[in-house]
């Protein structure tokens, strides 16, 4: 990981700048300002029935009319599907992710179960370790990744402190679905990486995020950024 800073803030155009998004990326700048490092811009566009140009555009304006510059020409993440599917298939290659055919009943089923059980809804890992010549023909699975079954998560937040999460509760969450389009969790940490980004600056409701972004770091092998929410 480069020794020079670079944050960055990533706004999904499916709205106007609020008050939340400009104190993010105010906090961003100022910290990229302050140790000579630069802020990158990513466009968080993968919801394409909400998103919008007109969103966007707003967006730039009110970033340009609060003085907060960005380096570089901004970032798409819809642009960048192809990397996010081409990750999520070498996990699957490392043996760090699998293909999922588990069906929409057989989903609500073990949500009913859980439920039923007084615990949180989660996946029950039937296809984890399941010959991938059992699947359906036809079929077009979701790909998940294999997170750890034991132990914990650590993240190691600069505002947080120590923050730990059992490692029981993230389950093996979907990277890529069956119709091919990546996942908000898998695709801000491939464009993360790819973007060189040093320090992740955002609001305390991304921390549980963090710990499921960790795994995917993990099982490529790259380096987690400094984390602060």
């Known amino acids: 990981?480069?020794?020079?800073?670079?944050?960055?803030?990533?706004?999904?155009?499916?709205?106007?700048?609020?008050?939340?998004?400009?104190?993010?990326?105010?906090?961003?700048?100022?910290?990229?300002?302050?140790?000579?490092?630069?802020?990158?811009?990513?466009?968080?566009?993968?919801?394409?029935?909400?998103?919008?140009?007109?969103?966007?555009?707003?967006?730039?304006?009110?970033?340009?009319?609060?003085?907060?510059?960005?380096?570089?020409?901004?970032?798409?993440?819809?642009?960048?599907?192809?990397?996010?599917?081409?990750?999520?298939?070498?996990?699957?290659?490392?043996?760090?992710?699998?293909?999922?055919?588990?069906?929409?009943?057989?989903?609500?089923?073990?949500?009913?179960?859980?439920?039923?059980?007084?615990?949180?809804?989660r996946y029950d890992g039937r296809w984890r370790d399941r010959d991938p010549s059992e699947a359906p023909v036809g079929a077009r699975g979701a790909i998940r990744i294999k997170a750890p079954a034991d132990g914990e998560t650590v993240v190691h937040d600069r505002v947080q402190g120590e923050v730990r999460f059992p490692n029981k509760d993230l389950d093996d969450f979907i990277i890529l679905r069956s119709d091919g389009n990546p996942t908000y969790m898998h695709a801000v940490v491939v464009d993360d990486h790819d973007m060189g980004i040093t320090h992740i600056i955002r609001g305390d409701d991304h921390l549980t995020n963090a710990a499921r972004q960790m795994v995917i770091y993990r099982a490529m092998g790259w380096d987690v950024p400094s984390m602060a929410h």
């Not at 609020?18 to 910290?31: D, E, K, V």
């Open 1 to 121: 990981m480069s020794d020079k800073v670079v944050t960055r803030f990533a706004p999904s155009p499916t709205g106007f700048l609020h008050i939340g998004g400009a104190r993010t990326a105010l906090f961003n700048w100022l910290y990229a300002k302050h140790t000579g490092g630069k802020m990158l811009l990513r466009i968080e566009d993968t919801d394409r029935e909400r998103s919008t140009d007109a969103a966007t555009a707003a967006i730039l304006d009110g970033l340009s009319w609060l003085g907060l510059t960005w380096d570089g020409e901004p970032v798409s993440q819809f642009e960048r599907a192809p990397r996010h599917r081409a990750v999520a298939e070498e996990l699957v290659r490392l043996g760090k992710a699998y293909y999922c055919y588990a069906t929409p009943a057989e989903l609500e089923a073990m949500r009913e179960s859980a439920r039923a059980k007084g615990l949180p809804p």
